[in-house]
T-cell receptor, first 110, second 116 residues
Framework: LAKTTQPISMDSYEGQEVNITCSHN???????ITWYQQFPSQGPRFIIQ???TKVTNEVASLFIPADRKSSTLSLPRVSLSDTAVYYC???????????FGAGTTVTVRA | DAGITQSPRHKVTETGTPVTLRCHQT?????MYWYRQDPGHGLRLIHY???????DKGEVSDGYSVSRSKTEDFLLTLESATSSQTSVYFC???????????????FGPGTRLTVL
């Protein structure tokens, strides 16, 4: 499984855009990039997944450059309820297992 | 939200005692997983199942066993609990019949286990 590196923590204010960059230098051809969100005392929840370029859904956007060695999760106009831990995962399409790192703790302040 | 329940939600036990945690799903999903979460370690996979009676080890399987006799239930057993197994345990399910990792995993609410 490809190793990922992301910041341990980030602080933001309500209404701002939050961008979390994840490095995955040894990503393989059949790997996808997936982000999960975890609130305190809850299990992780899927946010978004992509292979290349840009993916957008109702929650976030995911930007993946051509070399795929990094990716950026963008959370537009965050609110207090977006305070959570965000995990970047690089997942092979032919495997069952997920590998979670320590994630990025995002704290949104009023 | 996916229909996943875990029981018990909280448990305190003593070292050397056997403990069984239950994960129950109402989604009829083929794949089920057990993770543990500890501060500074994110989530680590203990065991997973790709069908009834079909299970395999994850990265931290020592001291744990699992069983899946029905599609809807996945049991995690600590045969002789140790203090190092104090953790929060999460069950997850995956809906795809292909079992590919690109499919979303849905997580249960977790079980907080304390081993004294």
């Amino acid at each position: 499984l490809a190793k990922t590196t992301q910041p341990i923590s980030m602080d933001s204010y309500e209404g701002q855009e939050v961008n979390i960059t994840c490095s995955h230098n040894n990503i393989a051809t059949n790997d996808y990039i997936t982000w999960y969100q975890q609130f305190p005392s809850q299990g992780p929840r899927f946010i978004i997944q992509g292979y290349k370029t840009k993916v957008t859904n109702e929650v976030a956007s995911l930007f993946i450059p051509a070399d795929r060695k990094s990716s950026t999760l963008s959370l537009p106009r965050v609110s207090l309820s977006d305070t959570a831990v965000y995990y970047c995962l690089v997942v092979p399409s032919n495997d069952y297992k997920l590998s979670f790192g320590a994630g990025t703790t995002v704290t949104v302040r009023a | 939200d996916a229909g996943i329940t875990q029981s018990p939600r909280h448990k305190v036990t003593e070292t050397g005692t056997p403990v069984t945690l239950r994960c129950h799903q109402t989604e009829n999903h083929r794949y089920m997983y057990w993770y543990r979460q500890d501060p500074g370690h994110g989530l680590r996979l203990i065991h997973y199942s790709y069908g009834v009676k079909d299970t395999d080890k994850g990265e931290v399987s020592d001291g744990y066993s699992v069983s899946r006799s029905k599609t809807e239930d996945f049991l995690l057993t600590l045969e002789s609990a140790t203090s190092s197994q104090t953790s929060v345990y999460f069950c997850a399910i995956s809906e795809s019949t292909s079992g590919k990792n690109t499919d979303t995993q849905y997580f249960g609410p977790g079980t907080r286990l304390t081993v004294l």
